[in-house]
């Protein structure tokens, strides 16, 4: 049984989306984007070179695109100090006393938290909220 150049194509694709789905390297995608439009290149009955031509123009220029729009696109904030991944960031929590070295012990979650300050001038009790959390260190700043 011998396959055709657009069932060829249709198997790389599909290839290229299970190694992505895989890997998580969405770049994969825009590859196996050219390599569906090179099936429906060889559907239109094209000759491989032409597919091939059509394969790394479709999928080529995708990446490129996404390359392009990935660099553009603004930075995230560290994990460590992201909301969108931890959720304790831009909550208040209220501190009693500091220490001499800048830091205090603060109950938050029902747990008690190191706590570290991080701002300007000298820490001063009573509300803070936290800007980032390390470990099992919250950083906070002056409300």
Sequence with gaps: MEWSASTVWWVVAGALVAAELA???FYLLMLALGA???AVAAHMGTGMPAQIVVAALVG???TALWHVKRMRAPQSAPADANPDVNLDIGQTVRVVAWGVDGNAQVMYRGATW???FRGAG???PGEHTIVAV???RLIVSPR
């Design 23 to 25: 890997t998580g390297t």
């Design 36 to 38: 569906a439009a090179a």
């Design 114 to 116: 190191a706590v570290e």
């Design 60 to 62: 080529g220029g995708a």
């Design 134 to 136: 390390q470990g099992s």
């Design 122 to 124: 000298t820490p001063a």
